[in-house]
């Protein structure tokens, strides 16, 4: 199993972006009346009093709120680890993030195109790793059948992991969504440095929450509000006996913490974004222990 | 009956290449498939039963300018699923289509070849070293149930690919028949030309 803590990505750290920042205009000082948006330090805010003329985050921390979060910008959506939003643009997304730490692995939830491209560049520039992946995923292609009757659209890969990226202090990760002439979106980009902690067993079990909500009404119709999901997963893994400790010992660091977990980078269905709920190690024999993990998905 | 051109097959869909267009260009190709198979069973009908004069053998000049003519393009070997699939699949499948319709013109070249060498008043010869070009199995119809599509295809394919190696293998036999380097033994005219008595004439 592998863990990812990720690095946060500022304004400071995306050096580089061709997603533009128009989603409304950039707040100044004045007085905005009810349901105005304006952005403010890359977020988007809502007026939610008749007038205000409040900072946005101030108005948003404020009680009675006068202004309301809305989303991070489109720009920034791939970096906000939330769930249901990503950043979206035409033809391409190409950004470069130079992240104040190092790192060595760069995680893709929710990404469409048709290619991903992961270009790493140490500070003096010398390109040091380079690789593109397909985002199209032929693993159901299993017949005839299924050549000329699998749906197109059940054949995207949704989360891609570069895992093998080699440690380079100062280096700059410029990644390339193509999507030639449809539209490229990325949910989350997760760039941070990996810990591998233990391995994954067969057992270990995926699935997803739906935030979708359906309502009845007094008619007896029905309607479905669908609404975005997150994984979830129950990774059954195996950890020497001897590093137990240091293993719970880094668990407990990243409590409440969002980070990928990676059960098998070759099976996207293993990775998610997310906190864990709990963990269980029995120690089962001095060579090596059992461990349950619980993660709950925010994406 | 002159011989009867295989018609063209639309554009080869491509999973891999073109998936925008896939859905449309398959199900065309699917349905293309038909006619196609019924084309190459018209043409092993024709030639399987065609007669070619004994009296040209030897005769150069029926062997003349380009020909004889080769089939370039021969129908890829169909993958075996499993063990191949995934993009793997996908690919080897796009290559087989593709070389089916890059096949057509190539059949069309070599059949109308061997035409121009079929003469129905020559008599019959029993040649057990001539070839005979095999048939072209049921296509999968974009209606079938999906074991019945799996079965058909594998032998369909596999049938389309045996039909333009066998036919090549029948192109070879007449142009070594008209060139003259056919090996005599074995081989039997059979008359059937008779006179006014009913006699044979020889």
């Known amino acids: 199993m592998i863990i990812i803590k990720p690095a946060t990505v500022t304004a400071a750290t995306l050096t580089a972006t061709n997603v533009a920042e128009t989603d409304y205009a950039v707040w100044s000082a004045g007085t905005y009346t009810l349901g105005t948006r304006r952005i403010y330090d890359h977020k988007i805010y809502e007026v939610v009093a008749a007038s205000t003329t409040a900072q946005p985050d101030v108005g948003a921390a404020a009680v009675p709120a006068s202004w309301l979060y809305v989303s991070a910008t489109n720009r920034f959506k791939m970096f906000d680890i939330s769930v249901g939003s990503g950043t979206t643009n035409a033809s391409s997304i190409n950004v470069t993030i130079t992240p104040a730490t190092v790192c060595n692995s760069v995680v893709l939830f929710d990404v469409d195109g048709a290619t991903a491209q992961l270009i790493v560049r140490t500070s003096g520039g010398t390109i040091v790793y380079n690789q593109t992946v397909s985002l199209t995923d032929y693993t159901g292609l299993n017949s005839y059948f299924n050549y000329y009757f699998l749906p197109i659209a059940e054949t995207g890969a949704t989360e891609l992991a570069f895992i093998d990226i080699p440690n380079y202090s100062g280096a700059t990760f410029q990644l390339i969504i193509s999507a030639g002439a449809g539209t490229a979106s990325c949910g989350e980009m997760i760039i941070g440095q990996k810990s591998v902690l233990a391995v994954t067993n067969f057992g270990t079990s995926v699935g997803i929450k739906d935030y979708s909500v359906k309502t009845i009404d007094d008619f007896g119709n029905v309607s479905i509000t669908t609404r975005p999901y997150s994984k979830r997963a129950d990774y059954d893994v195996t950890v020497e006996t001897a590093d137990v400790g240091q293993f719970n010992k880094f668990l407990a660091s990243i409590r409440s913490t969002p980070a990928v977990y990676i059960g098998d980078p070759d099976r996207g269905e293993t990775i998610v974004l997310g906190y864990y709920r709990d963990f269980n190690v029995v120690l089962s024999n001095p060579s090596i222990s059992e461990c349950s993990l619980s993660v709950e998905g925010l994406i | ?202």
């Open chain 2, 1 to 202: 009956m002159p011989y009867t051109a295989i018609s063209t097959l639309p554009v080869s869909p491509s999973r891999l290449g073109d998936p925008t267009n896939f859905i449309s260009e398959s199900l065309a190709f699917l349905d293309a498939q038909i006619n196609f198979a019924s084309n190459c069973n018209t043409v092993a009908s024709y030639f399987n039963a065609a007669k070619f004069d004994p009296y040209n053998w030897g005769d150069l000049s029926a062997v003349s300018g380009s020909s004889p003519v080769y089939i370039s393009s021969f129908i890829a070997a169909p993958p075996t699923v499993p063990p191949m699939l995934g993009t793997e699949l996908a690919d080897s499948i796009d290559g087989l289509l593709s070389s089916m319709v890059a096949f057509v013109p190539d059949a069309n070249i070599v059949g109308t070849w061997i035409d121009t060498l079929v003469n129905p008043s020559a008599p019959v010869i029993v040649d057990p070293t001539r070839p005979t070009i095999s048939t072209v199995n049921a296509t999968p119809l974009r209606n079938d149930g999906q074991l019945t599509f799996e079965s058909k295809a594998i032998s369909f394919y596999g049938s389309a690919r045996s039909f333009s190696l066998s036919l090549q293998q029948f192109a070879d036999y007449v142009a070594t028949f008209s060139s003259g380097l056919e090996d005599w033994n074995g081989i039997e005219v059979v008359y059937t030309d008779t006179d006014d008595w009913g006699l044979i004439n020889e």
